[in-house]
T-cell receptor, first 113, second 112 residues
Framework: KAGVTQTPRYLIKTRGQQVTLSCSPI?????VSWYQQTPGQGLQFLFE???????NKGNFPGRFSGRQFSNSRSEMNVSTLELGDSALYLC????????????FGQGTRLTVV | DQQVKQNSPSLSVQEGRISILNCDYT??????FLWYKKYPAEGPTFLIS?????DKNEDGRFTVFLNKSAKHLSLHIVPSQPGDSAVYFC???????????FGPGTRLSVLP
């Protein structure tokens, strides 16, 4: 069974630009969550999608948005990039998101210059 | 305001000895806890979980202890192996279906 796939692995963008990250969950998993990891801050929850609907949302500004498609693949978009958005963005999938562990992808390393 | 704290940024242990990683939380509504391990350039991988109705869960070399009154959990690795060297994240969830809150992680180094 293929794991969670995130593309691209690395990305360099300029301040003010926007970026779209992609996540393909494990086959059969309907819940996809996104996290931002920065040094010393652990994994900060961005949002979770289940069956194409945003089910949970973290405390991030509206510049961060996402969506999920009917095949459970998910995209995350960040508009008007800031230097502080430089981080590792991780996607995790689980069958239902409830009372189970999540399986993480390798992440997308975003650098904003 | 960090709801899940891992106060030791790093820990070094000799191979074969016990590694104890600690995690404290502030939200008394947390009822499910997990530990993840993360190697460089890889995503976190699930290690072990514990529900608030238990105080101990064991899986091979890994044991998680939960002290609800102290709002504290710990991960014991016995015996520690060099391959255990990684960053360990503690995560907690407030209620069924809610998102997990992660701690900042502890970097474990197991010395041969």
């Amino acid at each position: 069974k293929a794991g969670v796939t995130q593309t691209p692995r690395y990305l360099i963008k300029t301040r003010g630009q926007q970026v779209t990250l992609s996540c393909s969950p494990i086959s059969g998993h309907r819940s996809v969550s996104w996290y931002q990891q920065t040094p010393g801050q652990g994994l900060q929850f961005l949002f979770e999608y289940f069956s194409e609907t945003q089910r949970n949302k973290g405390n991030f500004p509206g510049r961060f948005s996402g969506r999920q498609f009917s095949n459970s693949r998910s995209e995350m978009n960040v508009s008007t990039l800031e230097l502080g958005d430089s981080a590792l963005y991780l996607c995790a999938s689980s069958p239902s998101g409830m009372n189970t562990e999540a399986f993480f992808g390798q992440g997308t390393r975003l650098t904003v210059v | 305001d960090q709801q899940v704290k891992q106060n030791s940024p790093s820990l070094s242990v000799q191979e074969g000895r016990i590694s104890i990683l600690n995690c404290d939380y502030t939200n008394s509504m947390f009822d499910y806890f997990l530990w993840y391990k993360k190697y460089p350039a890889e995503g976190p991988t699930f290690l072990i979980s514990i529900s608030s109705i238990k105080d101990k869960n064991e899986d091979g070399r890994f044991t998680v202890f939960l002290n609800k009154s102290a709002k504290h959990l710990s991960l014991h690795i016995v015996p520690s192996q060099p391959g255990d060297s990684a960053v360990y994240f503690c995560a907690a969830r407030a209620s069924y279906g809610q998102n997990f809150v992660f701690g900042p992680g502890t970097r474990l180094s197991v010395l041969p």
